[in-house]
């Protein structure tokens, strides 16, 4: 697989077929963008696994230590870190068999992208997944 940031198609394949996605980053403070996005994309009807190791329960829900904590198989791990910390995100991804790594807006590492692309994991960078969803989904 190969970066599908720039391919509307693949962009609204991934989005239509996802029903998992893991929010790597997802904080329990509602004034975040990381808890705003997951929430919209709860309201759009994603089954969403919060990642976050320093807080146990966002809204009731578990929070996740790592990747590999998910109870259930993830169609897209969406990251909230800083770019140097995607290409540790995307190993744990790999690891995890995850269907695809979506890299929020501002995040984006060309390492990162490359052991995706070697993996054939779909892999989106510096992009809004909510922007996303709104414009090809609606």
Known sequence: ?????????????????????????????????????????????YTVYPVNPTVAQIDGAISYPSLAAVPEPIDIVDVFRRSEHLLGVVEDAIAAQAGAVWAQLGVADSAAAARAQAAEMPIVVNTCIKVAYNQLIG
């Open 1 to 45: 697989m190969t970066d599908i940031t720039h391919d509307p198609a693949a962009l609204r394949d991934l989005l239509a077929s996802a029903r998992v996605i893991a929010v790597v980053g997802h904080s329990d403070k509602p004034t975040r963008t990381s808890y705003q996005i997951a929430r919209f994309l709860r309201l759009v009807g």
